[in-house]
């Protein structure tokens, strides 16, 4: 079993800034890709930003200059450090990692979400 524990969402201002963090845990082989999705009410999920296992870094592009994704490997963890924030970055946050659990397969799995909402 692999489960994804997040942390560090809340209720900012405008302009402020919040830290996410996600730690990937339990039948873990490798982990490859790893970032946040958000949701806000009324739209579809969309990619925030991913980090590969060999670092590269991938963000859309309302976010970029922004947010900043890093990984700890040896934590099996992500951070998105997001300053600047927007309320149209208001919405649901969630951990994404593609996860092998064996040397046959990958699979994604996703965190429970957690809500990340600036006032303006």
Aim: glycine share 10%.
């Amino acid at each position: 079993q692999v489960q994804l524990v997040e942390s560090g969402g809340g209720l900012v201002q405008a302009g402020g800034s919040l830290r996410l963090s996600c730690a990937a845990s339990g039948s873990i082989f490798t982990i490859n890709n790893m970032g946040w999705y958000r949701q806000a009410p009324g739209k579809q999920r969309e990619l925030v930003a991913l980090i590969t296992s060999g670092g590269y870094t991938n963000y859309r592009d309302s976010v970029k200059g922004r947010f900043t994704l890093s990984r700890d490997n040896s934590r099996n963890t992500v951070t998105l450090q997001m300053n600047s924030l927007k309320p149209e970055d208001t919405a649901v946050y969630y951990c994404k990692a593609t996860i092998s659990i064996n040397s046959y397969s990958a699979n994604a799995y996703w965190g429970q979400g957690t809500q990340v909402t600036v006032s303006s």
